[in-house]
C-alpha cells in the first residue's frame, strides 16, 4: 500500500469519497505516501446517514438507526490523519473521530470480513437534534445508505458559505429552525 504499517483505518462516507468536492485532499495525500485506497465496505451496524446545512454529510452515532452506510476505506499515516482531523473540524466540534466497524466488499460486491477503522461522526453534542431534524423516527427514508451524487445536490463548498457565522452556528441554526441555511425557506409576507 505504501503507507506504514502503523496506519489509521479511515472510514469515509461523504465528501472526502472519490468524485466528491473533499476527495483532492485524499489525492494529494495518496500523492504523498500518506493515504492508500484500501477498499470499499459498509458500515457492520445500521446508522443515520443525514445531510445537515448546505447539504453536508454527517454519520450519526445512533446504532440501530438508519441504514448500512456504504464508503471507502484508506489507510492513513498520522501526518494524514492530523490534516483529516483539521478538514473534519475535530479541535472545532464538528466532527468527532471515533471507532467503527466496516465490513469489506469483494470485487464480485460480496461482503467480507469485518475490520475495525474510524470515521468521522457528528459530534454527540448535535447528534440527536441532527437525527430529529431529519425526520428521525418517522421511517428509514428519512437516511441515506450512502452519499451519492443526488443526495449530495445542493452541496456548498466551505468557502461559498457565510463567513459571519461559524460552522457550528450553522449547525445550531439548522437543527433549531427546520430550514437549511443555505436554501432558506421564502418568507411569506
Known amino acids: 500500500m505504501g503507507v506504514p504499517a502503523a496506519a489509521t483505518l479511515i472510514f469515509t462516507y461523504g ?23 484500501a477498499g470499499s465496505g459498509r458500515t457492520a451496524l445500521r ?3 443525514v445531510c445537515g446545512p448546505f447539504r453536508v454529510p454527517f454519520l450519526l452515532d445512533l446504532p440501530g438507526r438508519g441504514h448500512r452506510v456504504s464508503g471507502e476505506l484508506y489507510a492513513v499515516s498520522a501526518a ?57 423516527g418517522g421511517g428509514e427514508e428519512e437516511a441515506y445508505n ?3 451524487e443526488k443526495a449530495a ?13 461559524t460552522f457550528l452556528d450553522q449547525i445550531r441554526l439548522f437543527v433549531s429552525s427546520g ?3 443555505a436554501h432558506p425557506e421564502p418568507v411569506l409576507l
Open 15 to 37: 465528501t472526502l469519497k472519490q468524485g466528491f468536492s473533499n476527495h483532492n485532499l485524499l489525492q494529494d495525500l495518496i500523492s504523498s505516501g500518506d493515504a492508500a485506497f
Open 146 to 148: 450512502c452519499y451519492t
Open 80 to 136: 494524514a490523519l492530523a490534516r483529516m482531523d483539521d478538514l473534519e473540524g475535530i479541535s472545532r466540534g464538528h466532527y468527532e473521530r471515533r471507532p467503527i466497524q466496516i465490513q469489506i466488499h469483494t470485487d464480485d460486491d460480496a461482503d467480507t470480513a469485518i475490520v475495525d477503522a474510524e470515521a468521522y461522526y457528528a459530534h454527540r453534542s448535535y447528534a440527536e437534534a441532527m437525527w430529529r431534524r431529519n425526520g428521525g
Open 47 to 49: 446508522l443515520p446517514l
Open 179 to 181: 430550514s437549511d441555511p
Open 153 to 165: 445536490r445542493g452541496y456548498v463548498k466551505r468557502k461559498d458559505r457565510p463567513q459571519h457565522l
